[in-house]
């Protein structure tokens, strides 16, 4: 089951006040970037947060689970608890760089 427009829109007004806040699709699931930077995974509508440092003693009592085939164990973010969820997601954004850009291909000729 895909995630909904409908839980990704509600997952980005819970974390509003954060930074800019935009989603994209990526293979029919969605990741979260606040301030350009992918700071959360939406998955079969499961908000999943990378287990890093910044946020184990924050998440050490959450459920974890995978959020697609062939990925390693992520904390499962209550999204209903939104300051918690806010709490989470700042510190995530402090430590996540932006993504490198993507090199422009040109035409052989």
Do not use: W
């Not at 499961?46 to 184990?56: A, E, H, R, S």
């Not at 689970?65 to 997601?89: E, M, S, T, W």
Request: aromatic share 8%.
């Amino acid at each position: 089951m895909a995630t909904s427009v409908e839980f990704i829109e509600y997952v980005c007004e819970q974390i509003r006040g954060v930074g800019e806040v935009r989603h994209k699709k990526m293979f029919g699931e969605y990741m979260v970037y606040v301030n350009d930077k992918p700071v959360l995974l939406v998955c079969n509508d499961t908000v999943f947060v990378k287990p890093l440092d910044v946020v184990k003693d924050d998440l050490a009592d959450a459920p974890t689970g995978i959020p697609y085939k062939g990925a390693k164990d992520h904390y499962i973010l209550d999204i209903d608890d939104a300051d918690r969820a806010v709490n989470i997601v700042s510190k995530l954004e402090k430590v996540t760089p932006l993504p490198k850009p993507k090199k422009k291909k040109t035409a052989d000729k």
